[in-house]
């Protein structure tokens, strides 16, 4: 199982630009979502007259799946300056991946509990680290996608565009500054060092 | 000293670096640098470079200490999480090492315990930070330390030549926000991307020293192309290796072509940084050579 909780209300105010398309997803019973908490800022937030839609869905972390169902809200997310997903890491990784122009950000985030963990397809992986970064990397997961897990940017090992660990693998973090410019948001990069906080187990 | 200090008088820094040996007979390396490498500001000492385990960087910072040398102090962030990093940081206060260099480091996969966990708790800038922290007085866990902080004089280093050099000059960035003093580059071979790094480099106001591998001979240069991020050699030089054997064999090519990238690329920078890779005793020719 996996558990989903939303961010900090301050957390989730500062990354608020503009008018807003919501998704939220309700997939796989194995992910705890919510539900309340969600519904109760997503209200609030329709009452300021800032979310241009939202779509309740499930398994957005399947491409195909998500493409079919995002096929009719296409104006309403056009109509948006960002898309904020509530779902585990690897839905907000698939969205920020085909939206690849918007400014898609991650309004929980994940941790893991004992158990099967869902249904996920090889794409995008989320390591469950319950502090999600997916907001300063422009929707690619440090943590699965650097072979050190780096948070504060690329290392010097890179050549051509690859991991100095796998020559097969492309730098994660060429494709973090890649989209973060794609999307207009280099300046993501001047945040506060990241430290990891490895306490973040949750124990229910 | 403080290299901080030679910098803000606007002196040239020289500095170069020793990988200590596998085993823990220091002595020969230390006779070594005493002789070729006493006149320069500074000697790196390598931690567990290229992931191979050897003597540690703090021991041999150490001796070379004692041995009237100034060492900075190499941290990688592969092999200790940010417990050990502190508390090496705290050592390092005690014999009055005064130098730091931060780095990620290479992964363990890539040296001679690729099963070795790779630790990677902290980076290169969040180790920046955490010593920044010390300097304060407290701890990452938020704890106040007893007495006197520690101060070093912090560096960090970049790739003037890599192929990704706009996500570079980014993490350039960071690591400046996190407290780097002072920086040391990658070897450059190509003094064309060295200048037109500077050229964006300099607003951060940061000294660097641009760093240099001597060319001992052909195959290096065809292996650090194949293998070293960051690092190309271009075709030219590698002629100039392959012109003249006997001069190349002896080093002196080598010799030449590192005093002439020097002389091309100080204009643009604050210092100098030779990576000998085991030829200590050519950097007094490189030096004289280039003029310094
Ligand atoms: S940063 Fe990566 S591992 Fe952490 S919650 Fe987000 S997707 Fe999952
Ligand atoms: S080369 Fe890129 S993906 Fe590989 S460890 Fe360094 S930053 Fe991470």
């Not at chain 2, 400046?176 to 190509?190: I, L, P």
């Not at chain 2, 080598?254 to 091309?264: F, M, Y």
């Amino acid at each position: 199982m996996l558990i989903t909780e939303l961010k900090s209300r301050e957390t989730i105010e500062a990354l608020l630009t503009g008018k807003v398309f919501i998704i939220n997803c309700h997939g796989c019973k194995e992910v705890h979502f919510p539900e309340k908490e969600a519904e109760a800022l997503q209200k609030e937030l329709t009452g300021r007259g800032i979310v241009t839609g939202i779509m309740t869905t499930d398994y957005i972390c399947n491409p195909e799946n998500m493409k079919l169902r995002l096929k009719k809200h296409m104006s309403e997310i056009a109509m948006a300056d960002m898309v904020l997903v509530f779902s585990c890491g690897v839905g907000v990784q698939t969205v920020a991946e085909y939206l690849e122009n918007k400014k898609v950000c991650a309004a929980c985030d994940t941790y893991p509990l004992p158990g099967y963990q869902g249904v996920t397809p090889l794409e995008h992986k989320c390591d469950q680290c319950g502090e999600c970064f997916l907001n300063i990397t422009g929707g690619i997961c440090p943590l699965t996608a650097c072979s050190k897990s780096l948070v504060n940017g690329q290392c010097g090992g890179a050549k051509a565009g690859k991991c100095e660990v796998d020559p097969d693998m492309e730098c994660g973090w060429e494709r973090i500054y890649r989209r973060l410019k794609q999307v207009g948001r280099l300046d993501v990069l001047k945040c506060p060092v990241q430290i990891r906080n490895y306490a973040t187990d949750k124990e229910v | 000293m403080k290299l901080s200090e030679k910098f803000s008088r606007g002196e040239l820094v020289v500095t170069t670096e020793v990988g200590p040996p596998k085993g823990f007979h220091v002595e020969p390396m230390v006779e070594e640098a005493k002789e070729y490498l006493s006149n320069i500001t500074a000697v790196n000492v390598t931690d567990n470079q290229s992931s191979v385990m050897r003597l540690g960087s703090l021991a041999t910072c150490v001796a070379l200490k004692n041995a009237g040398l100034n060492p900075i102090y190499q941290l990688t962030c592969r092999d200790r999480n940010r417990m050990a990093l502190e508390s090496d940081l705290l050592s390092a206060a005690m014999f009055g090492i005064e130098n730091i260099l931060c780095l990620t480091g290479d992964h363990t996969k890539l040296g001679d315990h690729p099963g070795a966990k790779p630790v990677f708790d902290l980076d290169s800038v969040s180790l920046l930070y955490t010593v920044g922290q010390l300097e304060k007085g407290v701890d990452l866990g938020g704890n106040e330390l007893v007495g006197e902080p520690p101060k070093f004089c912090k560096g960090a280093v970049v790739s003037p030549c890599s192929d990704s050099i706009d996500a570079q000059l980014a993490k350039m960035e960071r690591k400046v926000m996190a407290g780097a003093q002072y920086f040391q580059t990658q070897a450059v071979f190509e003094p064309d991307k060295f200048i037109a790094f500077m050229d964006k480099a300099k607003q951060f106001g940061v000294p660097v020293q641009l760093g240099v591998i001597i060319p001992k001979s052909v195959g290096m240069c065809r292996y650090l192309n194949a293998n070293v991020a960051g690092v190309h050699v271009p075709d030219e030089l590698i002629d100039e290796l392959k012109a003249d054997k006997e001069k190349t064999k002896a080093g002196i090519t080598g010799v030449e072509i590192t005093a002439r990238l020097i002389k091309q690329c100080l204009p643009y920078c604050q210092g100098v940084h030779i990576m000998a890779q085991g030829w200590e005793s050519k950097v007094p020719d490189i030096l004289k050579l280039a003029g310094l």
